[in-house]
């Protein structure tokens, strides 16, 4: 069984910073690939930025330049730093991780991002 931990969100000033973490743990599993997507109430849910076991990161238009996806592979943990947050940041974010056999996709619990002065 894996389990996805997030943690990190909270409420924040125009302009500040949050750091999102994911913690993956299950016996065996190792991230792939692994993405952040974020939900706003009645709406769909929004890809936000993503790191594939190969090749490039990639970040939707309204993010670029602010936030940033990384990983600690020794730690099996992902991270989303998010900077110069807006109002329209705020969401409930979750992170999505895959391994490298079938069936191994897993979805975090999700994690409140308040941005309001």
């Known amino acids: 069984q894996v389990q996805l931990v997030e943690s990190g969100g909270g409420l924040v000033q125009p302009g500040g910073s949050l750091r999102l973490s994911c913690a993956a743990s299950?016996?065996?599993?190792?991230?792939?690939?692994m993405a952040w997507y974020r939900q706003v109430p009645g709406k769909q849910r929004e890809w936000v930025a993503e790191?594939?076991?190969?090749?490039?990161?990639s970040y939707t238009d309204s993010v670029k330049g602010r936030f940033t996806i990384s990983r600690d592979n020794a730690k099996n943990t992902m991270y989303l730093q998010m900077n110069s947050l807006k109002p329209e940041d705020t969401a409930v974010y979750y992170c999505?991780?895959?391994?490298?056999?079938?069936?191994?996709?897993?979805w975090g619990q999700g994690t409140q991002v308040t941005v309001s002065s």
């Open positions: 299950g016996n065996g599993f190792n991230i792939n690939g």
């Open positions: 999505n991780v895959w391994g490298a056999h079938p069936g191994e996709d897993y």
């Open positions: 790191m594939p076991s190969a090749g490039s990161t």
